[in-house]
């Protein structure tokens, strides 16, 4: 069997073994080149102690040279290159006391997590598979090396990296490792936050979201997400007696066909997802990542409503403009529209212009699940946005063709009624967009001010 290795990955290698150390490419670069995937790196494991490493090498980086790593930096590239290693006693459920070097692959390939992963490859040796990797790849089955309950209890992280893989990959979890994750489901309490969001965007970026449910069954979101254990405790008579959480995971599923062109999701290349015209951005996998991690959040806690997302989120260490970006979606989640130019452009302002290509995105996953019963309404809906969009007419402030400063040079105090004003404008253009220009504006601001004296002076009568 052979893996093709790229040309500085190759070099490094040859490097070592050149100056009397094994060295293999490990890990997860070797499962997906097994896969027929392209690996994201490559990592190279060597039996070289990382002080012989560096001296091999002109440019290197003490990336964590206690444990054994050294990275190499050919080019701009980095390839962390790692000494065999078998770690210590684990104190905390997820860190090693110590570690200590050894000089056999098979001593270090025997402490890694799954049998997919303690895979090493050189062109000399070809595939070194010792614990079974390369048959659950082909049965599809993620299995622990060795005793499943000592992998996990030197690192708790793995009970939700089991779930993870499954998920990518579309694999079934071995019944040995799934018993072993359902009793040490607890010691997730262990973990920090950050490693557990990383873990759970993973999995909601996947294939196969729904394995969240499995998780469930497990346990494990008992732990770090208890908020989905009640949605899957829980019906309501939208959802004709489904289980929210069922749903939820139905609906992040959904989002990859919540395309309103049908074909959006092919119409844009890697290079042209940021910039490609709206009527083809309506598919989630034309998103950049950042993007589709905040619509499969938001699927999947909406039921929950936009207070209970947001304290999920703070907890769980997500950035700001993740949490603000889940808020503002699951406050609109269910929001019903106004089919005419005039109600759009008042919805645009309500929602957001920069949040309506997400929202639209959502709704119609949402629907897909439900049956399509709203397809019509966001038809139109979308039709009446691009529209709007294409136009350019004005639904914010920022578009406005008059600011404060305009305003203060026509004679216009400084002060709350000047932001009045300028709300007063910009709903008078929603109405009448055609209003949009700097004379006209300026002319109904001086009316409105007018207006405004001649009630005060009224009041004071």
């Known amino acids: 069997m052979r893996i093709e290795l790229p040309d500085k990955v190759r070099r490094i290698i040859r490097t070592l073994q ?56 050919m080019g701009k590239e980095g390839f962390e290159v790692t000494t065999y290693r078998i770690d210590g006693e684990y104190e905390d459920g997820r860190h090693p006391k110590q570690v200590s070097f050894t000089k056999s692959l098979k001593e270090d390939l025997a402490r890694r997590d799954f049998t997919i992963n303690a895979m090493a490859y050189n062109d000399a040796d070809g595939l070194v598979d010792i614990f079974g990797g390369a048959e659950d790849l082909e049965r599809k089955v993620i299995r ?136 083809n951005r309506i598919s989630a996998s034309c998103l950049e990542k950042k993007q ?78 439900s049956g399509g019963i709203r397809e019509q309404e966001l038809s139109k809906a979308q039709e009446l946005w691009l529209g709007v969009v294409e136009r350019g007419e004005c639904v914010s402030l920022k578009m406005l063709a008059v600011n404060g400063g305009d305003l203060m040079r026509a004679g216009h105090a400084q002060g709350r009624t000047l932001g009045d004003t300028l709300d007063t404008l910009l709903k008078a253009v929603l109405e009448r967009p055609e209003w949009n220009e700097k004379e006209q504006l300026l002319s109904l601001a001086a009316k409105t001010a007018a207006s405004a004296r001649t009630a005060d002076e009224k009041d004071r009568e």
């Open 144 to 279: 622990c090396v060795g005793d499943p309950g000592c992998r996990f209890d030197e690192d708790a992280l793995r009970i939700l990296r089991a779930f993870r893989f499954a998920a990518q990959l579309n694999f079934q979890i071995d019944e040995a490792t799934l018993t072993a994750a359902a009793e040490r489901a607890a010691n997730l309490k262990l973990i920090s936050a950050e490693r557990i969001h990383t873990e759970l965007n993973k999995l909601l970026l996947s294939a196969h979201p729904e394995l969240l449910i499995e998780a469930y069954r497990a346990g494990l979101t008992k732990v770090f997400l208890p908020e989905f254990d009640r949605m899957m405790e829980e019906s309501t008579a939208s959802l004709k007696g489904q289980r929210s959480g069922i749903h939820a995971a139905a609906v992040i599923r959904a989002l990859d066909l919540a395309s309103a062109s049908g074909s959006a999701s092919d119409s844009c290349g890697q290079q042209e997802r940021d910039t490609c015209d709206p009527k």
């Open 18 to 73: 050149e100056n009397g150390h094994e060295a293999y490419a490990v890990g997860g670069c070797v499962r997906d080149s097994l896969l027929g995937r392209i690996p994201e790196d490559w990592d190279i494991t060597t039996s070289a102690d990382p002080y012989e490493t560096r001296e091999l090498f002109p440019r290197t980086i003490d990336t964590g040279i206690k444990h054994g790593t050294v990275t190499i930096m």
């Open 292 to 369: 589709r991690l905040i619509l499969a959040i938001a699927a999947l806690l909406a039921p929950a409503g936009e207070e209970a997302a947001a304290a999920v989120l703070r907890r769980l260490k997500y950035d700001n403009d993740t949490i603000a970006a889940v808020r503002r979606l699951t406050r609109f989640y269910a929001y019903s529209w106004t089919l005419d130019p005039a109600g759009m452009r008042r919805s645009m302002y309500e929602i957001g212009p920069e949040y309506m290509e997400r929202l639209f995105l959502l709704q119609r996953a949402e629907d897909i699940v």
